[in-house]
Nanobody, 124 residues
Framework: VQLQASGGGLVRAGDSLRLSCAAS????????MGWFRQAPGKDYVFVAR????????YYSDDVKGRFTISRDNDKNTVYLQMNNLKPEDTAVYYC??????????????????WGQGTLVTVSS
């Protein structure tokens, strides 16, 4: 199984970015997908999650209203649209796959597969 994250970069506060995560060798439709982030010197933090249905999403309070998670099951890809970025959003962003289709889970230990991360840097 491979999860390939991309789309990170250096932007200014208020800008937007869209992250992508393409899955291979994974029964994509059978997994909930999540995004986590890790700021320098800090632990992983849950960002967003989506179940198989595109309208079943869950967000951390820090990003609710600014970020949107979506998925294209035909392309085995999950996205994270990030709008109105803030310097505190600076982090390495990771996508992850969780076999459970149950209630939202924000604990990184619940996710079975992880991508390699993509760096997002937001300048003030």
């Amino acid at each position: 199984v491979q999860l390939q994250a991309s789309g990170g970069g250096l932007v200014r506060a208020g800008d937007s970015l869209r992250l992508s995560c393409a899955a291979s060798e994974l029964n994509f439709n059978g997994y909930s997908m999540g995004w986590f982030r890790q700021a320098p010197g800090k632990d992983y933090v849950f960002v967003a999650r989506i179940r198989r249905s595109p309208d079943n999403t869950y967000y951390s309070d820090d990003v609710k209203g600014r970020f949107t998670i979506s998925r294209d099951n035909d392309k085995n890809t999950v996205y994270l649209q990030m709008n109105n970025l803030k310097p505190e959003d600076t982090a390495v962003y990771y996508c992850a796959a969780d076999r459970s289709m149950g209630p939202p889970r924000a604990n990184r230990n619940d996710y079975e597969y992880w991508g390699q991360g993509t760096l997002v840097t937001v300048s003030s």
